[in-house]
């Protein structure tokens, strides 16, 4: 249930490979104090290599995958710290076509539900660029058109300048409800905390990466830092930590795909492991980079945001635990 | 006099002379040092002649006085850099000239001090720092980039290592220099560090000035270290612990949203307890040490122990802020201790060179 098909694989491979080379250090540097997290070269990049439609039914003009597949995406979005709203334009895609159109989430607040709805919802990803959003009510999941008045995202920041946060505001606002009930608003709450244990399994192999190349460049000591014990330790414990991460995501993802009931369960425990382990990685790159991991433009810096973002995003750990707990029946 | 009798001589030395509101107030906190250095209350350790107090020799004393003025939020010595640093090194190495010069405008924060050890290519094997000063007739003139220096876009004046001795590569051919910032040899470019704060800079030294070379020409490497001597205790300081410790127990006694506390939790309850006997050993530490009771050993693990402090506060902080960490450091403050702990871990000498000090010269390994 882990494993992947060659499709997927091949995907994989295809971001491995171009993402990390549109968004250089210096690219990633300019994002952090840029107006907005929008970046046109890796947005295109999704684009044309089917990533944002991946989700969009077969109808639609996408490839109907599910959440396995683009958890595989986000892990390597996460690699490159892709800026902007990915992660809540394919996580919208999981629940309706948006005809070509930028959409996201609201899922942190389930309004009240109603023939028009008011409310704030905080923490909505990448809202600012979007012209649909997918909310939560008590109903059940609904769309709403960001165009159609009564409805805006404020505000955009928040602790990830790659991938800021608006609030949304609702005042009025007419929706279209989708189908499934309330159970699909736990489903896509479910799908959210994966892709974010996918794309923080990346942000962590991409801290260890940072760590390991720079310890070999690195010289002090007249030998490169690569060569003291305790960098060498301290990388392969960093390296024990997440080698092993993958299957808890995707385990969770194809939970989510099939329909399983343990995919509440595993969702909540992928998020609370590889979230904590991507604050691990981070902390250590930082560590291992010196005073220059320390530096707002540094290299390690765009991971730190995003770290901190996959942990406290849709439950920190703490919260998740408690969820596990519960969904395994220890009372 | 014993412990009691001083304390309480201090008490009513507070009472009648400090107002906790006045702690904002730049002249009423000077005018207040001036009055308890004059009481003999402050910087016994610096001569009367230079502005201290001149009562040496009590570290005891001094550390019931910095309890009682911690007490009622008095102000005590400052732990900046400039006076916990600077001082002490130019009272052992400075000439009677430089102390005159340098030492009283110093207690009384009219000159500031940065640290320009670190180069780009010179962090923890600071011994190869590059930085070159030369001698002509005149004085001194310094090339070479300094780099994640403190505080520089504030100070007055820059002490810095710098290689006298060109044909050399290793700490053997180093010097310790005094010099102004204000002159067209330095340039300051502020740096910005995690939190998004510009905390550091790279300070460009073109040919920058000085005639201020404190002990020996070669001999800056021995000079410095009892600068470094310092930063490592003053980093590991106990007091700065027990605040950070205060203000996490206010955080976790905060009322939640649900009107429970974080306090009533028991996993929260233990750590906060292994926090508490972590900061309470630290304080009794320092008491060893003054009554020279601790050996070798103990000071050499301070500043490493400051940073596991520092760090497990930020990791059980993480965890009561909840969902706010995801408004950013600009409107949670407590991330700024979160990532400010990752500059602990580094500043002064980072936790993998604690631990080579602490094998070496400690435990007495070789290497
Ligand atoms: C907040 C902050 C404030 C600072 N303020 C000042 C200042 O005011 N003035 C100043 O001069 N400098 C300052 N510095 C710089 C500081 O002194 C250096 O960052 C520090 O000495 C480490 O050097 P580096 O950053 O070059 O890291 P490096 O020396 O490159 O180290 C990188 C990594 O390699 C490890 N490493 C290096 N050598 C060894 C070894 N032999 N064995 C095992 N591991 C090793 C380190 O532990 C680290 O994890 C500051 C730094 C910070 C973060």
Redesign the pocket.
């Known amino acids: 249930m882990t494993g992947l098909d060659d499709a997927q694989w091949a995907l994989a491979a295809l971001l491995h490979e171009t993402l990390p080379a549109l968004l250089p250090p210096a690219r990633l540097a300019a994002i952090l104090d840029a107006d907005t997290d929008e970046d046109p070269a890796s947005w295109r990049c999704l684009t044309e290599t089917g990533v944002l439609d991946l989700a969009v039914p077969v109808a639609g003009g996408g490839a109907g995958e599910g959440v396995l597949t683009l958890a595989v995406a986000a892990e390597e979005a996460g690699y490159a710290a892709v800026p902007g709203g990915f992660l809540g334009h394919v996580l919208a895609t999981l629940t309706v076509d948006p005809g070509g159109r930028r959409a996201t989430v609201a899922l942190g607040q389930v309004l009240p539900d109603a023939r028009r709805l008011t409310g704030t919802v905080p923490f909505v990803p990448g809202g600012h660029a979007a012209e649909l959003v997918v909310v939560a009510t008590a109903a059940g999941l609904s769309v709403v058109d960001l165009r159609a008045g009564g409805a805006l995202v404020e505000g955009a920041g928040g602790v990830d300048p790659t991938r800021r946060l608006g609030t949304l505001v609702l005042d009025g606002a007419a929706h279209e409800p989708l189908p499934g009930g309330p159970a699909r608003v736990g489903w896509l709450v479910d799908a959210a905390r994966v892709l974010l244990a996918a794309d923080a399994h990346g942000g962590a192999r991409r801290c260890l990466d940072l760590a390991v190349a720079h310890a070999r460049d690195?010289e002090?000591?007249g030998r490169p830092?690569a060569g003291?014990q305790?960098?060498r330790h301290q990388l392969a414990d960093l390296a024990t930590a997440i080698a092993p991460g993958r299957g808890l995501y995707r385990l969770a993802a194809g939970h989510l795909d099939s329909g399983a009931d343990r995919a509440h369960t595993a969702a909540a425990l992928a998020k609370a492991h590889l979230s904590e382990v991507f604050l691990t990685a981070a902390r250590d790159c930082v560590?291992?980079?010196?005073?220059?991991g320390?530096t707002w433009d540094g290299p390690v810096n765009p991971w730190v945001g995003r770290a901190l973002f996959d942990h406290a995003l849709h439950g920190t750990p703490a919260t998740l635990r408690r969820i596990v707990a519960d969904g395994l029946g220890w009372g | 006099m014993d412990d009691e009798a001083l304390r309480a001589r201090v008490r009513a030395f507070l009472a009648a002379h400090w107002s906790a509101e006045d702690r904002h107030d730049p002249v009423a906190v000077r005018r207040f040092r001036a009055l308890a250095t004059e009481h003999g209350y402050l910087f016994g350790w610096v001569p009367r002649e230079l502005g201290g107090s001149g009562t040496p020799g009590q570290p005891l004393a001094a550390r019931v006085i910095a309890e009682e003025f911690a007490a009622v939020r008095a102000p005590g010595e400052p732990d900046g850099?400039s006076v916990a640093m600077l001082v002490p090194t130019l009272l052992e190495w400075g000439s009677d000239e430089q102390r005159r010069r340098f030492v009283p405008p110093t207690l009384t924060g009219e000159l500031t001090w940065?640290?320009?050890?670190?180069e780009p290519t010179a962090?923890?094997?600071?011994g190869s720092l590059r930085t070159t000063a030369h001698a002509d007739g005149a004085g001194w003139e310094i090339t070479g980039t300094?780099i994640?220096?403190?505080?520089a876009t504030e100070a007055s004046h820059m002490f810095l290592l710098a290689r006298t001795e060109p044909d050399t590569t290793d700490r053997s051919g180093l010097s310790y220099f005094l010099l102004t910032m204000a002159q067209p040899g330095v340039l300051v470019r502020p740096l910005r560090?995690l939190t998004g704060q510009a905390?550091?800079a790279e300070v460009t030294l073109a040919g920058a000035r000085t005639t201020e070379l404190v002990g020996e020409r070669g001999r800056g490497w021995e000079v410095s270290r009892s600068t470094l001597r310092h930063e490592r205790s003053m980093v590991g300081g106990p007091a700065r612990h027990e605040r950070l410790f205060a203000a996490l127990l206010r955080l976790a006694s905060t009322p939640r949203p649900d009107g429970t506390t974080a306090l009533a939790d028991p996993l929260v309850r233990d750590e906060l307890v292994g926090l508490h006997a972590l900061v309470e050993q630290q304080r009794l530490a320092g008491r060893l040490r003054d009554s020279g009771d601790s050996g070798n050993l103990l000071p050499l693990t301070a500043k490493l122990a400051g940073t596991v402090i520092a760090e497990r506060v930020s990791a059980l902080a993480l965890r009561l802020l909840d969902t706010d960490v995801l408004h950013g450091p600009d409107r949670t403050r407590w991330l700024h201790q979160w990532l400010g702990s990752l500059?602990i871990a580094?500043?002064?000498?980072?936790?993998?060179?604690q631990r080579?000090i602490i094998a070496a010269r400690g435990l007495g390994l070789p290497s």
């Open positions: 690195r002090q000591f830092i003291f305790a960098v560590r291992l980079h010196g005073a220059l320390y | 850099m940065c640290q320009g050890y670190s962090g923890s094997d600071l300094k994640w220096t403190s505080g560090q905390g550091f500059g580094i500043a002064a000498g980072t936790s993998n060179v080579d």
